[in-house]
């Protein structure tokens, strides 16, 4: 996780939110990251991550069991190709029963796969390479997103 972490922080334009205590941020997000394009180094107020880690189920979401110790998702927003080719489905369009909580595989997010997200719990060799390759193109996906608004205002 610290190792996607600080890849991620490399990226250009990159911030990485790490909520913790005394930071104002709701506790449930604690210990939690969240990656957003931002080349001015402050949070966006009205732009989802483009990527996320969870450590913990959420109320909502708890297929992937994460609450043991050691336990962990990488959430990543990808085209709805990318979606289709890792998944085999249409985002929309879900219909295969999975296994959330199965570490290493590339697969729908429980919650949010619908909206084209993928996850992963803890990657591991089978998985490291494309959650490197999503987490570079998601980066330049939102980047994109924000030069077009920037092109706009």
Not at 96 to 120: C, K
């Given at each position: 996780?610290?190792?996607?972490?600080?890849?991620?922080?490399?990226?250009?334009?990159?911030?990485?939110?790490?909520?913790?205590?005394?930071?104002?941020?709701?506790?449930?997000?604690?210990?939690?990251?969240?990656f957003y394009y931002a080349p001015d180094g402050r949070m966006p107020q009205h732009v989802q991550p483009y990527a996320t880690i969870v450590t913990k189920n959420y109320p909502d979401d708890t297929a992937s069991d994460l609450d043991p110790d050691g336990r962990w998702r990488i959430n990543i927003?990808?085209?709805?190709?990318?979606?289709?080719?890792?998944?085999?489905?249409?985002?929309?369009?879900?219909?295969?029963?999975?296994?959330?909580?199965?570490?290493?595989?590339?697969?729908?997010?429980?919650?949010?796969?619908?909206?084209?997200?993928?996850?992963?719990?803890?990657?591991?060799?089978?998985?490291?390479?494309?959650?490197?390759?999503?987490?570079?193109?998601?980066?330049?996906?939102?980047?994109?997103?924000?030069?077009?608004?920037?092109?706009?205002?």
């Amino acid at each position: 996780m610290e190792q996607i972490i600080e890849m991620v922080q490399g990226f250009d334009g990159a911030l990485v939110v790490t909520p913790g205590p005394g930071d104002g941020l709701p506790e449930l997000a604690w210990g939690d990251a969240f990656f957003y394009y931002a080349p001015d180094g402050r949070m966006p107020q009205h732009v989802q991550p483009y990527a996320t880690i969870v450590t913990k189920n959420y109320p909502d979401d708890t297929a992937s069991d994460l609450d043991p110790d050691g336990r962990w998702r990488i959430n990543i927003h990808v085209d709805p190709a990318t979606f289709r080719d890792l998944t085999g489905e249409v985002a929309r369009g879900l219909t295969r029963p999975r296994s959330y909580e199965t570490p290493d595989a590339v697969m729908p997010h429980p919650v949010y796969g619908p909206l084209g997200w993928i996850a992963v719990v803890n990657p591991g060799d089978s998985t490291i390479d494309t959650v490197t390759h999503l987490l570079r193109a998601a980066h330049a996906a939102a980047r994109a997103r924000y030069d077009r608004r920037q092109a706009t205002n």
